[in-house]
C-alpha cells in the first residue's frame, strides 16, 4: 500500500507542475505577474476582480450599458437605420427593442449629438440571429441614464443588473402572462443560456442575481415608478467566471478562464496530496 502511496504521490505532484506551468502562462496571457502570486489560491482570489466585461470601458455609471436588441430579417428591413451599421448575418440586422413598440428613442437621442463624438463604444457582447444580442454601447455623456427609464427598459448600467433585468422580464412573461416583445425576447436569451427565473432555489447564478435591487419591472410593477439605483451592486465572482464560460466575455482575457479551471484542479490535487501524508 505504500508503494502504490508513493506512486500516486509522485504522479499528483507531477500533475500539480503541469497544472503551475499552465497558471503561469494563462496569467502571462492575461498581462498578470505570476511571481505576484504565492499559490493557487492566491491567484483564485484575483482572477475576478481582474476580468473587464468590456476593455477600455470608462466605468462611469450610465455612460455605458448593456441592451438587449432584436434580431430582424434584413430583407423586412431594407431602408433599417442600423443595417449597414450593425448587421448580424448577412441575412439580419440589429434593432434596439423599443423599434418593435414603435419607438425611436435610441435614434433620437443620438440625433441630438453629433454621433461621432456622442458614441465612444458600441460593441456586439453576444448575437444570435433571429434570436436576440447584446450590445454594449457607450457615450462621452451620461445618456443611458434616460435610455434606461424608457419602456420596454431593456438597458441597465452593468451585466448583473442587466441578467436581473431580463430574469425580470422573464418573472413577467411565466407569472403575469405578460408576452410583450421584450418578455418573450428576454425569455428565450435566458433560455439560450440556461437562466430560469423559476429555479432561483436552486441555480446560484439565478439566486445570486435576483439578490440584487431591483430593477425596472419590478420597480415599476411596486410602485408605478422607474428610479435608477444611483449605486452599482457588486458582482460576484461565481457571476464573472459564469459569464466567461458562456462566453459573454471575449478576448485575451478568456485566458483566465483557463487559469481558474487549472487552479480548482491544483487545489483538489493538494487536498488529495494532504490525504496521502
Sequence with gaps: ??????????????????LSADIAAGLLAANMNPDLYEDEEAVLSNIA???????GSSNTRFYGSFALWASEAKAENPDHWMTDLCSSSDT????????????????DELQKHDFLDCVRAHLTIFDKPGLGA???????????????????????????EFFRLLLEWQWAHYFADNNEHMAVISTRVLEYFGLDVRNEATDPIVAFLMSLPDQQVFQYMKTGNVQQNPDEPLATDEFKMWALRKGIVKGSINSLLTVYEACLQARQIRNSLKALR
Excluded: Q, W
Aim: net charge neutral; hydrophobic share 35%; with cysteine.
Design 134 to 160: 447584446i450590445l454594449y454601447n457607450e457615450a462621452t455623456l451620461p445618456a443611458h441614464k434616460t435610455l434606461c427609464s424608457f419602456h420596454p427598459y431593456y438597458n441597465a448600467p452593468t451585466l448583473h
Design 49 to 55: 476582480p481582474n476580468i473587464e466585461y468590456v476593455s
Design 92 to 107: 439580419h440586422l440589429l434593432k434596439p427593442v423599443e423599434e418593435l413598440y414603435g419607438r425611436m428613442d435610441t435614434y
Design 1 to 18: 500500500m505504500k508503494i502504490k502511496d508513493a506512486v500516486k504521490r509522485e504522479l499528483l505532484i507531477n500533475r500539480l507542475n503541469e
